[in-house]
């Protein structure tokens, strides 16, 4: 009997309905992100959580919705954010050579080979 309600156990602990959900990225955090992407003057309006900028369902996404100045310019901020249990919220941008991070504690390179 006992074998059986491990295996009730295992099978519900395994389903969908208790799969991880990241904590919901808050709009401090968001700030503090675009703040380290160097954006300035930021109005945030929107935190579309659980969706990529396309529109595509992501648990582990949330879309950034927006208005800030880049560059000196007015531009709207429609920005994918991105969730790993080591990195937290994050934008990752990958290059062949290197790759740029951003979360809320800042900015940071990555480049692995020490020839570069």
Known sequence: MKPILLLIACLLFASPAFAFDPPPLEKLEATRI??????????????????????APSPISATVLGLGTLDGKHQKICLTVSFDNDLKWHVLELNQKSARLWTKEGYREIKPWATW
């Open 34 to 55: 675009l703040e380290a992407m160097e954006w300035k003057e930021i109005t945030l309006i929107a935190i579309r959580q659980g969706e990529t900028v396309q529109g």
